[in-house]
Every structure is written in C-alpha cells, then in structure tokens.
C-alpha cells in the first residue's frame, strides 16, 4: 500500500491518534516556530491543517498534501480560521516531489513531521529549495534516527511498525537530507527525547 494510500485511510482518526503528543509537545513547537513569520509561506505536507491556526494574520499561506483524506480535514480548520477573518490559506494536491510552483516564489517553506514519509525526501527537498527566494528559509521541525546507540535501538524495533501503518521512516538522518538538497544548516535545536526532535532552519 502506498504512503499515500495509508493517510487517506487514516485521515478521519488522525488527529486523535496523534492528540496526546500533539498536547504534549507538538503544540508549543509549531507556535514558536511559525508565529513569527510573514510574506508568502509554503507549507509542504500540510496533512489535516494543524499548523494553520499558529500562522500570524499577515501571513499568504499555501498548504499542500497528497492526500485528498487529510486536505479534506484541513480544509475544515481553514474554514475554521477563514470565519475567524483570517483568509490568507490556500489548500493544494500536490506531490512535494513534483510541485508546480516557479522558482523563487516563497519567503518561508515549512516542513512539519513530513520528511520522515515523502518516498525521496531529498528530491523533495530540492523543490523546496527551488520555490524558495534567494532570501528564503527552510524551517522544518521533524524526527529523525539519533546518534544515541539505545535510542537509535529503539527506533529500529518501532520502525517497522510505524512504517506499515503510516508510511513513517523513523530511522532517517534528516539533518543530511537537507544539506545534500543543497541547504546551508543555520539552526539545529534539539527538542526531546535527546536528538531524536529536532527544529532545523536552513539557508538557500
């Protein structure tokens, strides 16, 4: 079964199966890290829309996914924020390794738990280097395989597990996906469970 195919079947439970660390953690990575922004943000993997309600007024939003399952619940929390005054989101299905962006179209592209599941996610990467300006940032807060020997253990027990349910890689060393996309690394911050969580901002 592809990834895809896996999150439109999960689509409708999604957000309660991840509620807990969503509570927990999630929340309060995603406002520090997207509630300053502004100018035109590109929103890779946008899934049910959690990320939408931390984004300032100002920002111009697009969001894409390639499942129509979670662009369906992301379109309710857009709806949500648009009854709120906030129009500036646009929902698209789009394949993150093909997008149909020019280059140097956004300030901002944001990755969110997203590069452990994009089939080639350093061709991914590429595209989000191209869409971004020349001025642009990448900010990605994702998972990914540790450098501790016990945890990195760990993971490639659940690894399978998370894989056949959700098309999840744990065991990805993200960090150097993104410099072989040809990003510069200006930030790596670990945010728990030692290196396994990370917020990553990058250079073109």
Same mark, same amino acid.
């Given at each position: 079964?592809?990834?895809?195919? %896996?999150?439109?079947? $999960? ?11 969503? $509570?927990?953690?999630?929340? @309060? ?8 922004? @502004? ?5 890779? /993997? ?11 007024? /100002? ?17 309710? %929390? ?23 962006? &020019? ?6 592209? !944001? ?10 996610? !350093? ?9 971004? %300006?020349?001025? /642009? ?16 253990? $760990?993971?490639?027990?659940?690894? &399978?597990?998370?894989? #056949? #349910? ?12 993104? @410099?072989?996309? /040809? #990003?510069?690394?200006?930030?790596? %911050? ?5 290196? !396994? #969580? @990370? ?6």
């Amino acid at each position: 079964m592809s990834v895809v195919s %896996k999150y439109n079947r $999960i689509s409708l439970i999604y957000d309660f199966i991840e509620a807990p660390i969503e $509570i927990f953690l999630y929340r @309060k990575w995603r406002e520090e890290a997207l509630s300053s922004l @502004k100018g035109r943000v590109l929103e890779v /993997g946008v899934g049910t829309g959690r990320n939408l309600e931390y984004y300032p007024a /100002g920002a111009r939003v697009n969001g894409i996914d390639n499942s129509e399952g979670m662009l369906a619940k992301a379109r309710e %929390k857009a709806e949500s924020i648009r009854d709120k005054g906030r129009k500036n989101v646009t929902l698209l299905l789009m394949d993150a390794e093909n997008m149909e962006f &020019p280059d140097n179209t956004f300030d901002y592209v !944001v990755t969110t738990f997203v590069l452990c599941s994009i089939p080639d996610p !350093v061709k991914a990467l590429k595209e989000m280097r191209r869409v971004l %300006k020349p001025s /642009g940032e990448l900010i990605a807060l994702e998972h990914m395989r540790s450098k501790n020997p016990f945890i990195a253990r $760990i993971e490639d027990l659940i690894n &399978p597990i998370m894989f #056949f #349910f959700i098309g999840d890689d744990m065991t990805r060393n993200t960090v150097e996906n993104i @410099k072989k996309a /040809g #990003f510069t690394i200006i930030e790596e %911050k670990n945010l728990a469970f030692k290196d !396994v #969580f @990370k917020k990553i901002r990058a250079k073109t």
